[in-house]
């Protein structure tokens, strides 16, 4: 893997959220960085760390000319923004806000439903605020993956630490591959088309 520096061209940043523990690894907040790691696993990229970005990172060719970073932070998801200040400082904040794609999971949609959104309300999710608030971005590409909401709201801290349910598992498992096309499909169609597609699935 050629090495990352702030001389690398990429046309989009996609960054997946989730918890840095080999613990929480299958956890329904995850899923953001699930899908990142099934991406780059499929087209043998080797995510690499780079601690000055706090960051696993991994160039990946879309087509001929477009190539995009991978990245998943190597912080817990309320401080994923410290990450995402380190990469746009190391690439002097070159990369616009329209051209960062951020992935994760979503207790307002059902689980394995995925959605594009451009903005928006943060409804709580501890990673997209860290990201307001350590970069003031707040108009970046998300996809949402549905992890479902838990039985009792007092229960939402646990509930998003926790595992998929086996009854689960073929939902995300289709979520992954939908999530996975609507990143290729934002950087080789544009956003509109992404979500006309995605969107109405």
């Not at 090495?3 to 995850?30: A, Q």
């Not at 696993?41 to 080797?46: A, D, L, S």
């Not at 801290?157 to 498992?173: G, N, Q, R, T």
């Amino acid at each position: 893997m050629s090495e990352i520096n702030k001389d690398s061209n990429f046309s989009f940043l996609v960054f997946g959220l989730g918890n840095p523990e080999k613990k929480y690894l299958n956890t329904r907040h995850n899923i953001g960085a699930t899908v990142v790691r099934s991406l780059a696993q499929e087209n043998n990229i080797k995510l690499k760390k780079y601690s000055k970005m706090q960051a696993e990172l991994g160039l990946m060719q879309i087509n001929k000319t477009e190539q995009i970073l991978l990245g998943i932070p190597r912080l817990y998801m309320n401080e994923s923004g410290k990450s995402l200040r380190s990469i746009l400082k190391a690439f002097s904040e070159k990369i616009a806000q329209d051209k960062i794609i951020v992935v994760h999971d979503e207790l307002d949609l059902n689980p394995g439903v995925v959605r594009i959104k451009k903005g928006g309300s943060f409804a709580g999710h501890n990673g997209l605020k860290s990201i307001k608030e350590h970069t003031t971005l707040d108009q970046f590409i998300r996809i949402r993956i549905g992890i479902g909401k838990p039985p009792h709201k007092e229960q939402g801290a646990d509930y998003v630490l926790s595992e998929f349910s086996p009854d689960e598992k073929h939902l995300i498992s289709n979520a992954l591959e939908s999530a996975k096309q609507a990143i290729i499909l934002i950087v080789t169609t544009g956003l509109q088309t992404a979500m006309n597609k995605i969107n109405s699935s």
